[in-house]
């Protein structure tokens, strides 16, 4: 690639932005480095060169190439300035800046849609319900006679933020229209949940499990599904490759704060655990991280079948990783004893983690199977995180695989893992959090039992529930969906893990 001897930009710019389209991001990364190497003005490929990054999970390179993007004159600085905010948020924790940065989007284009999107759910994760929903307005206000995607999402959210209050209220009627209308498969389950959740409200059942199958029915997009086989074998090959001893030395010296991993089926309260231990002092929390899923897809790949071959060496040298990661994550935490992890698919992780920490302590959320299944399909999950969620049969079939593994995890670690039984807290908090702090070794501190004052982000979709005292709603709700519940209830009942009356 090459004219007279010498690097061709138009050439290699081709190349780059070939590579990119293809998804072939490390490739496209080496790509644009070289493109920047004689054409180092370049503003598009800084730009570039900001996403395959951003893509590949090295978040701080990114934001420095998204500066130089924005030091080189590009053309759509606002969107730069949006990009930046979303690593900042959501890779790095960094909330006030990614809130700086959605502010200087807006000075540039006060009408930047998405920048005015991106700040109320901001907003929302702090707590601030007010803000988000004049942010919300700006975006119905903005979009006016316009059909947008953004306009559509920002309807979904205020119907959270201020939920119809009867059932001739004209925001169901809006709600089912703009889900008709919405062209986007994940804006139009957004519009169904919102619906599905505001007519659970109102006490109409039937209405509400009708917008649920239809947002889940959108959420299904490219139709790839859940793989029953697939999981199964899944479950066995991390069965087998953690058996009865793990190869593990001991974890890398590290100053306090230690990770505490908090796990479990989604929808089973890990949200408000985690909420109520970042109200003691000796807790941070970190919310869903993805740090031992890098690991696995990266340095263990293919994992598991790659642990066998890990030395004791090996297992340090990863923990150290991990640990590094975490304080760069959250340099702000010093004297905290543990920071969560609070990812709830990690349950399948349980057999690293020990080996890569083995002092390492498990808090497993658990709940009524029937509710758990229940609030897993009414709620608009990843389907790439959770591709079961869309179908009753599905989340029985990997309730029944989330069992059975967590019963060989329990096989092997009897002592370090410690079941937090939602039901039982919502009903008598004082005794189920005074075992949970036993188990890690702390004391009673009162203000656990008003962790919804807390002003810690929430950045999972149980946000505006963890900021409420106890309620008992969600217990036993699974009853007003008794009979749409049928799939379900069998299945669980096949397996032996409920009766049914």
């Given at each position: 690639?090459?004219?007279?001897?010498?690097?061709?930009?138009?050439?290699?710019?081709?190349?780059?932005?070939?590579?990119?389209?293809?998804?072939?991001?490390?490739?496209?990364?080496?790509?644009?480095?070289?493109?920047?190497?004689?054409?180092?003005?370049?503003?598009?490929?800084?730009?570039?060169?900001?996403?395959?990054?951003?893509?590949?999970?090295?978040?701080?390179?990114?934001?420095?190439?998204?500066?130089?993007?924005?030091?080189?004159?590009?053309?759509?600085?606002?969107?730069?300035?949006?990009?930046?905010?979303?690593?900042?948020?959501?890779?790095?924790?960094?909330?006030?800046?990614?809130?700086?940065?959605?502010?200087?989007?807006?000075?540039?284009?006060?009408?930047?849609?998405?920048?005015?999107?991106?700040?109320?759910?901001?907003?929302?994760?702090?707590?601030?319900?007010?803000?988000?929903?004049?942010?919300?307005?700006?975006?119905?206000?903005?979009?006016?006679?316009?059909?947008?995607?953004?306009?559509?999402?920002?309807?979904?959210?205020?119907?959270?933020?201020?939920?119809?209050?009867?059932?001739?209220?004209?925001?169901?009627?809006?709600?089912?229209?703009?889900?008709?209308?919405?062209?986007?498969?994940?804006?139009?389950?957004?519009?169904?949940?919102?619906?599905?959740?505001?007519?659970?409200?109102?006490g109409m059942y039937a209405q509400a499990f009708e917008a649920f199958e239809q947002g889940n029915h959108s959420n299904r997009g490219d139709g790839r599904g859940y793989d029953r086989v697939g999981q199964e074998r899944l479950v066995e090959a991390l069965r087998g490759a953690f058996g009865a001893t793990l190869d593990g030395g001991s974890a890398p010296a590290a100053a306090a704060p230690a990770p505490l991993f908090i796990c479990g089926m989604f929808r089973s309260g890990s949200t408000l655990l985690e909420q109520v231990l970042a109200a003691h002092s000796a807790v941070f929390p970190g919310g869903e991280l993805d740090l031992m899923q890098r690991l696995v897809a990266g340095p263990l790949a293919p994992f598991p079948a790659s642990v066998r071959a890990v030395t004791p060496e090996r297992s340090r040298s990863l923990a150290?990783?991990?640990?590094?990661?975490?304080?760069?994550?959250?340099?702000?935490?010093?004297?905290?004893?543990?920071?969560?992890?609070?990812?709830?698919?990690?349950?399948?992780?349980?057999?690293?983690?020990?080996?890569?920490?083995?002092?390492?302590?498990?808090?497993?959320?658990?709940?009524?199977?029937?509710?758990?299944?229940?609030?897993?399909?009414?709620?608009?999950?990843?389907?790439?995180?959770?591709?079961?969620?869309?179908?009753?049969?599905?989340?029985?079939?990997?309730?029944?695989?989330?069992?059975?593994?967590?019963?060989?995890?329990?096989?092997?670690?009897?002592?370090?893992?410690?079941?937090?039984?939602?039901?039982?807290?919502?009903?008598?908090?004082?005794?189920?959090?005074?075992?949970?702090?036993?188990?890690?070794?702390?004391?009673?501190?009162?203000?656990?039992?008003?962790?919804?004052?807390?002003?810690?982000?929430?950045?999972?979709?149980?946000?505006?529930?963890?900021?409420?005292?106890?309620?008992?709603?969600?217990?036993?709700?699974?009853?007003?969906?008794?009979?749409?519940?049928?799939?379900?209830?069998?299945?669980?009942?096949?397996?032996?893990?409920?009766?049914?009356?």
């Open positions: 690639m090459s004219v007279g001897g010498s690097p061709d930009p138009i050439a290699l710019r081709r190349r780059a932005d070939d590579l990119l389209r293809q998804g072939r991001h490390d490739d496209a990364i080496r790509a644009f480095h070289a493109l920047l190497a004689v054409a180092p003005g370049h503003a598009e490929a800084w730009y570039n060169l900001g996403y395959a990054l951003a893509r590949v999970g090295r978040p701080e390179e990114a934001l420095d190439a998204y500066d130089r993007a924005l030091r080189a004159g590009i053309g759509y600085p606002q969107e730069v300035h949006l990009n930046r905010a979303v690593l900042l948020t959501d890779h790095l924790r960094r909330d006030d800046s990614a809130q700086q940065a959605l502010q200087s989007a807006l000075a540039i284009d006060p009408g930047y849609v998405p920048a005015h999107l991106n700040l109320g759910n901001l907003h929302e994760e702090h707590g601030e319900r007010d803000r988000a929903l004049v942010c919300y307005e700006r975006v119905l206000e903005l979009s006016a006679g316009t059909p947008s995607g953004h306009a559509q999402e920002a309807l979904a959210r205020m119907a959270h933020l201020r939920p119809p209050q009867g059932p001739h209220d004209p925001l169901l009627r809006r709600l089912r229209d703009e889900a008709g209308r919405a062209t986007s498969a994940p804006v139009r389950a957004n519009l169904w949940f919102a619906l599905g959740q505001a007519c659970d409200r109102l150290a990783t991990y640990l590094e990661r975490l304080a760069e994550l959250f340099p702000q935490v010093s004297s905290q004893t543990y920071v969560t992890d609070k990812r709830p698919d990690n349950f399948l992780l349980i057999g690293l983690i020990k080996q890569l920490f083995p002092n390492a302590k498990i808090l497993h959320s658990v709940r009524n199977p029937l509710d758990n299944g229940l609030s897993v399909f009414m709620q608009h999950l990843d389907p790439r995180v959770a591709p079961y969620a869309g179908s009753l049969e599905d989340i029985a079939h990997y309730y029944t695989q989330y069992r059975q593994l967590m019963a060989h995890w329990k096989a092997l670690f009897p002592g370090d893992i410690h079941d937090f039984d939602y039901d039982a807290f919502v009903e008598q908090p004082r005794p189920v959090l005074g075992r949970t702090l036993a188990f890690l070794g702390l004391p009673w501190e009162e203000g656990c039992l008003a962790f919804h004052n807390s002003d810690h982000a929430v950045k999972t979709a149980s946000y505006w529930q963890v900021r409420q005292p106890l309620y008992r709603n969600a217990c036993g709700r699974w009853r007003q969906y008794a009979q749409q519940l049928a799939p379900l209830r069998q299945a669980l009942a096949r397996e032996g893990l409920i009766t049914v009356t």
